[in-house]
């Protein structure tokens, strides 16, 4: 112990006679010369080097998915028609503008609509990928569901809406569904066990009953019969898998806080007079964070796959929704467009898996031994 | 010679933790090996028995003129427990949790000795009543959990000594017992070695029990042996400025004679827990622990009263009521305010007289907070009308108050967290934090019980300092005698939760207190 604290002496009177400017936060440089914590975890995290990638490389397809509608529509970005310019993503452009007949929005998949767009001096930028989740390609060779072609590269689910379209946007619900649920659900689960656990006694005693009252709730049942009672929204789903999503949270949370309530450093802030309000979220909740922020990527796995299961049942997101569950329920019903449940399979589990990934690698950077041994010599 | 090391030095990895250590064991010699906590002593004194795997050896260990370095898997396994035995610090961590007592002791005797199980068993209900376990046909039976902490050191050493070694490691034997059962099981230690003409290699750090026991002493400093030499010799004259520095850490009074006056009163406090109650009954109603009862005592400015006792005995509760920071009968007043009449507000307002240091520097203070922000508390909670600059200069003449301050001046330790200090400069800022809001009375619990000996008096002598800057009261929880000898000026002793003597510091305290005390039979 005395070696170790020698050295750590040593190296911190080091830093302070090369003298960086003051920066109570230690947020001027790159590495900066006092890390918090939570920055030292940062560092074992990006350590881990299939961690991270993982991480960056779904945040990335996050981000992509985001502008799904700028990769992936039947409208194209741009148009220059008899030397107007057009934006048909935001416009909403009769037929009559490109010399149609009649007053009804565009379908800019028409081949007539093609030839006027071809014709010299006009001009038309299309997405990548020319469908959006909902168009239905009429003019498919193929019956649907369609395999892979030039016009759809993973062919059309069975009623003919192109499969890629359909994956890109059901990715993006499901990424967004994660987000929500697990924000809702970490937000309320990490309150209601911070209370519990440093209030302890009675209040800890009937909010736990409760807890077991309501984990005993067969979920599926309730929502079974809420799809029954109300319209199907995300909305709804997401009020319905949080309301039962944030126990563990709450255990967890709970559990640091009967621990930490006891730690000195809680009651040299009660002798200080400290308000309750402050003791709990200034001083022990920074330090309960750590199986929150490990249980983030396995919630929203638990999410993406909650919402999937029930997309497969019927019991999820309103009809012509793109979802991830409903594809692989496609997928079943026809067991010979093998492209379907393939292309979707592997969407859902290389989702998943790098979730897993990111939460494996958080969960090995955040781990208590690890932070004693960095501090050791 | 028994035991012969020669030029050790034992690496783990990249790091060399021991560095070509050399000394000698006779028959029946005491040996103390002693040192601060990381300085190489445990390892060095375990690696005769090769007990780290990931530990390189370099040099020569020769016990009884075999050289243990070069001795094959089977050689060594019969070297351990048959020849060399050791005893550990924890014996609740030391002895398996699931075996009885007994079980753990035939083990050895079954390995080494080859005893059927009922000669084993008889072997091992003698070793028991040998180390004056009371009904050892009884305890032998008993698991580990079921005895007293003098009861499961003595159940260790009866299992070292099963089978007749001649060399006994003692990795701090005392440490984790109560005060009053050190003295039992160093008379014990005594006896037996005497009996057998046992070698025994004491790790220790604490120097009263090097004076009791050693016949010789070696001190080690980061993994070099800086010293050896007779028990006398070293104590007396020491050589090495580390020795002399190790010597020096024990009492020096500093304190100046407290005011007239007083701050801090308590009449009949008593503390009282709820404990649940087994069965059914225990639905319905709770039991009663009484952790404190009937305390009267009083506190002059610039005063220090010595709360000292044993573990159990109720010290920290009584601290933790005068903190008002756990429900108390009987009344606490402090500055002639009592906290049973006051209400909230009012309560809040007079913590800034009464603040609190504790033991553990590692858990007082907030991981995730910087030094700023801890030290600072206190003033954005009863001087929340500072400017920012006013709350930084304070912050920093806190630190400095307390020596914390480099190149004259503690701006550079402001970002700072907790990790990057060592645990006296930890004690330093959990001090610093108390002393910002300009307290009459400061408790500590236990302030220097988790330092190394260096440091404890390092952290004594600012102590003593702060009182005489400031006038201070201070109120001292500890169970060493040596701590309340230098610092305090009146002492209550507690014993289950009673006040047992009280009285000036020169008249209550003597050597033999826990045993005049007649305290809890082993």
Not at chain 1, 283 to 306: D, K, R, S
Not at chain 2, 32 to 37: N, Q
Not at chain 2, 503 to 514: A, H, T
Request: charged share 20%.
């Amino acid at each position: 112990m005395t070696e170790r604290f020698v050295k750590k002496g040593g190296a911190s009177a080091r830093v302070a006679r090369s003298g960086p400017p003051f920066d109570p936060h230690g947020l001027a440089g790159q590495s900066p010369a006092n890390p918090s914590p939570w920055q030292r975890a940062w560092a074992r995290f990006k350590g881990n080097r299939l961690g991270y990638r993982s991480l960056q490389l779904f945040l990335a397809l996050t981000v992509l998915s985001l502008f799904a509608e700028v990769l992936s529509n039947d409208k194209p970005l741009l148009v220059r028609y008899s030397g107007h310019w057009y934006v048909p993503l935001v416009q909403t452009l009769p037929e009559t503008t490109f010399g149609g007949d009649f007053p009804t929005p565009t379908d800019f998949l028409d081949p007539f609509i093609r030839e006027q767009l071809a014709k010299p001096g006009n001009f038309a930028l299309f997405p990548l990928n020319r469908y959006h989740h909902s168009t239905i390609n009429y003019f498919s060779r193929e019956p649907d569901p369609a395999p892979p072609s030039r016009q759809n590269w993973l062919g059309t689910d069975d009623r003919g809406r192109d499969l890629l379209a359909r994956l890109l946007y059901g990715f993006r619900l499901s990424v967004l569904f994660a987000f929500a649920v697990t924000i809702v659900s970490t937000l309320f689960g990490v309150l209601y066990g911070a209370i519990q656990g440093y209030f302890a006694g009675w209040t800890d005693i009937a909010m736990e009953r409760f807890v077991e009252i309501w984990g005993a709730m067969p979920t599926l049942y309730l929502l079974i019969i809420f799809s029954a009672f109300f319209a199907p929204s995300v909305g709804l789903l997401v009020a319905l898998i949080s309301i039962f999503g944030w126990l563990m949270i709450a255990a967890y949370v709970r559990a640091e806080f009967l621990k930490n309530r006891t730690l000195d450093y809680v009651r040299a802030a009660k002798a200080l007079g400290q308000r309750n309000r402050v003791i709990i979220f200034r001083h022990i909740l920074p330090n309960c964070l750590t199986p929150v922020i490990t249980l983030v990527p396995f919630e929203m796995a638990g999410a993406i796959g909650a919402l999937t299961s029930l997309d497969f049942l019927g019991l999820g997101v309103p009809e012509g929704t793109p979802s991830l569950g409903e594809l692989l329920a496609q997928g079943k019903n026809n067991l010979d467009a093998w492209w379907i449940s393939l292309a979707t399979f592997t969407v859902l589990v290389f989702t998943l898996v790098l979730l897993i990934l990111v939460g494996d690698a958080l969960r090995d950077a955040l781990d208590p031994r690890k932070e004693i041994a960095e501090d050791a010599p | 010679m028994m035991l012969e090391v020669q030029d050790l030095s034992i690496s783990f990895g990249a790091r060399k933790v021991v560095d070509s250590v050399s000394f000698t064991l006779d028959a029946g010699e005491k040996l103390a090996l002693v040192g601060e906590s990381g300085s190489g002593k445990t390892v060095t004194a375990l690696s005769t028995l090769r007990l780290f795997d990931a530990a390189r050896l370099q040099g020569s260990i020769r016990f009884q003129g075999r050289e243990v370095l070069a001795m094959r898997p089977n050689e060594l396994q019969a070297l351990r427990g048959n020849d060399i035995a050791v005893i550990f610090q924890e014996p609740m961590t030391a002895l398996n949790p699931v075996m009885t007592v007994g079980a753990q002791i035939m083990e050895a005797l079954q390995l080494h000795k080859g005893l059927g199980r009922a000669e084993a068993r008889a072997q091992a209900i003698a070793a028991l009543m040998r180390v004056e376990v009371a009904e050892p046909e009884r305890r032998v039976d008993s698991y580990p959990h079921q005895l007293s902490g003098g009861q499961r050191q003595r159940a260790m050493i009866a299992m070292a000594l099963a089978c007749d070694p001649k060399l006994l490691i003692a990795d701090e034997p005392t440490t984790a017992l109560d005060v009053s059962i050190r003295h039992q099981i160093l008379d014990l230690l005594e006896r037996i070695r005497v009996e057998r003409n046992l070698a025994v290699l004491m790790i220790t750090h604490d120097l009263n029990l090097v004076r009791r026991f050693a016949d010789r002493v070696a001190v080690m400093e980061r993994g070099v042996l800086v010293e050896q030499g007779p028990m006398r010799q070293v104590m007396e004259t020491p050589r090495h400025p580390y020795t002399l520095k190790l010597i020096d850490s024990l009492c020096a009074r500093e304190v100046a004679e407290p005011q007239a006056g007083c701050v801090l009163e308590g009449r009949a406090v008593g503390v009282v827990y709820p404990v649940p109650r087994p069965g059914i009954r225990g639905w319905f109603s709770r039991g009663e622990f009484t952790a404190v009862s009937g305390a009267s005592f009083t506190l002059a400015p610039g005063e220090t009263l010595g709360v000292i006792g044993e573990s159990g005995s109720g010290k920290t509760s009584l601290a933790l009521a005068l903190l008002d920071l756990t429900p108390a009968s009987g009344e606490i007043s402090v500055a002639g305010q009592a906290w049973s009449s006051l209400g909230r507000q009012q309560k809040r307002a007079l913590r800034r007289q009464i603040q609190v240091v504790f033991q553990d520097p590692f858990s007082s203070l907030s991981p995730r907070l910087t030094i700023e922000q801890i030290v600072g508390e206190g003033l954005s909670i009863h001087e929340p009308d500072l400017t920012q600059a006013q709350r930084r200069a304070r912050i920093l003449s806190a630190l400095d108050d307390v020596g914390l301050a480099e190149d004259g001046s503690a701006q550079a330790l402001l970002g700072r967290y907790p990790h990057e200090f060592s645990g006296g400069q930890r004690q330093r800022i959990a001090i610093a934090r108390a002393l910002i809001v300009n307290p009459r009375i400061v408790i500590l619990d236990e302030p220097t019980s988790s330092l190394d000996v260096t440091i404890q008096k390092q952290v004594l002598q600012l102590l003593a300092q702060l009182q005489r800057r400031h006038g201070l009261s201070y109120v001292l929880v500890t169970h060493d005698i040596d701590v309340v000898r230098a610092m305090a000026h009146r002492v209550l002793v507690m014993k289950d939760g009673r006040v047992v003597r009280e009285g000036r510091v020169d008249q209550v305290l003597s050597d033999r207190l826990w045993d005049e005390l007649g305290s809890a039979s082993n």
